[in-house]
């Protein structure tokens, strides 16, 4: 599986938008970006996940470049309760093991 | 309301005791996993099982035993075999084989030695 690589840590302001980057250069033709997060003391939350065109929903948008080589995570207006843990994670298509690297820890200020 | 269940909140487990964490889901789901988490890392998979009757070791299975012998359940058994239990364990469930890997977890279970 494709390694990933992330700041260890954010700030944001609230109402702002936050952009959370991804490096995955050694990312395969099969191989997807999942986002996932995860709040202190509280089990993660899947987000969003893309192969290779640009993915949005309820929570959060996700652009991934024309070489696949990195990502970013969206959250367009950030809230307190946004403030977690976001990990990016590289994986085929096929069931098993999720890997969890360090992540970024965004914190939120009002 | 469909989610994944995990009991006890917290537990507490004495020198040379083995203790079960327990893990539900009513998702229908046909894998479940164990991960296991430590302070400001992140998860690291212990077991994990695709179908009923049937397990894998994860990257760090030494002193953990699990079953599943039902699909709702995958009770996590840490025994005294495992010297460092301190942790906090989570447990998820997917559908595998639909070209995704989405996990859905539960709220962990956080391990203490006494």
Redesign the interface.
Known sequence: DAKTTQPPSMDCAEGRAANLPCNHSTISGNE?V?WYRQIH??????II?GLKNNETNEMASLIITEDRKSSTLILPHATLRDTAVY?CIV?????????????TELSVKP | DGGITQSPKYLFRKEGQNVTLSCEQNLNHDAMYWYRQDPGQGLRLIYYSQIVNDFQKGDIAEGYSVSREKKESFPLTVTSAQKNPTAFYLCASSIPGQGLNIQYFGAGTRLSVL
């Open positions: 997807y999942y003391s509280q089990g993660p939350q899947y996940h990990y994986r085929s298509n096929q069931g098993g093991k999720l890997i969890f690297g360090q992540g």
